[in-house]
């Protein structure tokens, strides 16, 4: 069914002053002629700061040692690893790309976290070399480390993930029976090993899980310090929630949403929630004071003397970035308007995984013009049907026309470039990096002033 029966209600993103700043500037004209007119993205390692800085501070207000490592797969960008050097953070990766791309922007070794299950050798040499802390996921992976580090003459600094005994079906992780062996082995005089601690991966944005398993964690360093090992570190991953949008406006888009909302009625089985409670550093605080028979987290974590860890992604770029498309073209389709625009729906990778992302794009016109209302959906400029970034028909506040351009706001955490690809031989959209009115095209080494 190609007719949308009704508008759907608007989902206006909750965006930072900066964008709104930025959109309404002549400098977004100047970064579109000075990338060949786009698709490109903007980033703000400013907001970035302020997102890790908020973190770094909820750690500290329930007086809790810690580190924040930036879940550097959330997004590619060099200009939040130059962020990650301050103290109390540091940068998560799972690949020797990763990893090279944090030394090279100045991050040491030990403020790098390496995760990501069932590692390649090449990656734990280079991560051995750079002392980096290793959170090693199975028995098999944990002979590799033993191996290479005896090879190398080091001394691997180890986590130990565990699966959650929640989430039997996680593919993450020693299972609950498994860890007592993997202590012992890291105790063996043949195993170059420091085991540092403990770390789980745990899907989901709820703070009470985390918690809980934070001070079955805690249970597990103690155990292992009566075998003699420091085991002064736990992790408990990323999963700091976000919202794009207002409760009350996700309420309302979620009570009423139904297929007639959406182009070819293709309304997703399942997206992110794009509203939730608490997020950002809130949800740090939540799992800090959140009571353990009697206890609040990070009481137990102070009786203990255990640092706590995290690898938050998306709640870091949170408001730290947007995406731009210009407009082809635009053409009827039933009852609603069709909008061609340069580049790809894998540029905003929700689309390509089955889902959408559901915030309203925003239109930038070249000239201020009245106009009447219109609802459209927004194609992509490849061959194939499913090259779409909004299935669902949202209202601009006119016809969109040759040129102009339309904004995806807070789109920096996963949705750049996830799914990138270079289809058709187009290039991948550049990122680019604002400081005010100034910006420059981000890079991978950037050479910068010192600060």
Known sequence: MDLIDTLSPPLPALERPWAHRLRA???LWEIARGVGGGPFHVVHPA?????LGGMVAALAAERVEGTVYYGKKANKAAAWLRECTRPGTGVDVASVPELVHALGNGLRGEAIGV????KPDGLLWLALRHH?????DAADELERVVRLAAELGETAEVLLRVRPPSAPESRFGFAPDAVAAAVRRCAEPDAPVVLRG???????????????????????????????HPASKISIGGGI?????????????????????FHAGRNPDRTYPYHQAPTGAAMVTAILRHGIAGKPLAERLRAAGIELLLEPGRALVDGAGFSVFPVLGCKPAEDHLITTVAGLSMSLSEQWKGSEFLPDPLLVCRESQGGTPVRTIVAGSSCMEYDVLTWRAVELPARPGTGDLLVYPNTAGYQMDKNESGFHQLPLPPKVVVDGDRWHVDTDYPIQEIR
Do not use: K
Not at 115 to 118: K, N
Not at 241 to 261: L, M, N
């Open 241 to 261: 929630a976000v919202s794009y949008v207002d409760a009350d406006d996700w309420a309302r888009f979620e009570s009423g949403r139904h297929d007639g909302w």
């Open 132 to 136: 980096c802390l290793l959170a090693v």
């Open 115 to 118: 995760t990501g299950a069932a």
């Open 198 to 228: 403990f770390s789980f991966h745990l899907d989901g944005y709820d703070p009470v899980p985390r918690a809980e398993l934070a001070a079955y964690l805690i249970d597990l360093c103690h155990d292992a310090r009566a075998l003699g």
């Open 47 to 51: 907001t970035f700061a302020e997102n």
């Open 25 to 27: 500037s002549r400098t």
